[in-house]
């Protein structure tokens, strides 16, 4: 069910009417739609829908970090503690700060990024501007807290300007990524947009042909989606972001039990 005022004004309202059209489906499965950002883009108008909830989607639960999670935050901890300087590429002398990721350290679920922007490298932590924010509320639309899963990036400094990781600061970063992977252990990996999901699986594919289904990285199943950012730019882009975490949750629920 969609509730909505309109502003006749608004000069968005044809995007909106053509998203509500392909978007009905998914809403109608109990799509929370990310619906403060909406509400910020298009500038007036409000979308709120019922949040139904089918398949266990949705379900929030407190977050308990389990012994072996309390193991993994001692190892990542330390890990952290040995890698925060360092100065294996030019991207190292130009950070303000190191962004790690954080999260639940016995996620079974990690969402990998491709690098800090402005606001991550300003406080240090992941995904914590404008992106950061929609992807929190694309976590919780299917039932989990931010603090349940891990968020990491590939590279683990700024690139100025937002620049594109340099192949060679991504060949010396990566291996960061791989160590915490085998700490943290998860079940099930979501790569947000085509550079992170193109370098950790190795391949060319683009993001379009890779989303969405079940991949696979040395035995941990990977479903990518587009990047958080993508959506800011586009908001007709969160009808395949929310098919793909509704797809993601189920893998997640298959593969892990449905609880968090
Ligand atoms: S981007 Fe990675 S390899 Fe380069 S300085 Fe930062 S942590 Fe080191």
Redesign the pocket.
């Known amino acids: 069910m969609l509730n909505q005022k309109r502003n006749p004004s608004n000069s968005f309202s044809e995007v909106i009417k053509a998203l509500q059209a392909e978007a009905k489906q998914s809403l109608e499965d109990g799509f929370i739609y990310f619906k403060e950002d909406l509400k910020t883009k298009t500038k007036g108008t409000v979308i709120v829908p019922t949040r139904k909830i089918k398949s266990g989607v949705a379900v929030v639960c407190p977050v308990v970090i389990s012994k072996e999670g309390k193991d993994n935050e001692k190892a990542l901890q330390a890990y952290k503690e040995e890698?925060k300087n360092?100065?294996?590429?030019?991207?190292?002398?130009t950070?303000t700060n190191?962004v790690f990721g954080e999260g639940n350290p016995g996620a079974k679920l990690v969402f990998i990024g491709e690098?800090p922007g402005a606001d991550e490298d300003e406080q240090g932590r992941p995904f914590v501007g404008r992106s950061g924010q929609l992807l929190t509320k694309i976590i919780e639309s299917i039932g989990f807290k931010r603090e349940d899963v891990f968020i990491i990036n590939i590279?683990?400094?700024r690139p100025p300007n937002n620049r594109a990781?340099e192949p060679e600061?991504v060949e010396?970063?990566i291996p960061?990524l791989y160590k915490q992977l085998e700490i943290i252990k998860p079940k099930i990996i979501c790569t947000l947009g085509n550079p992170s999901t193109q370098t950790l699986l190795n391949t060319k594919e683009g993001i379009t042909k890779l989303r969405g289904r079940a991949l696979d990285w040395n035995g941990i199943e990977v479903v990518a989606t587009f990047h958080p950012s993508a959506c800011l730019r586009n908001p007709a882009y969160k009808v395949d972001v929310w098919k793909d975490v509704k797809f993601l949750r189920k893998e997640y629920d298959r593969l892990c039990g449905s609880s968090n």
């Open positions: 890698i360092c100065q294996k590429c030019s991207l190292g002398k950070r190191f690098a590279l683990k400094c990781p600061e010396v970063c960061y």
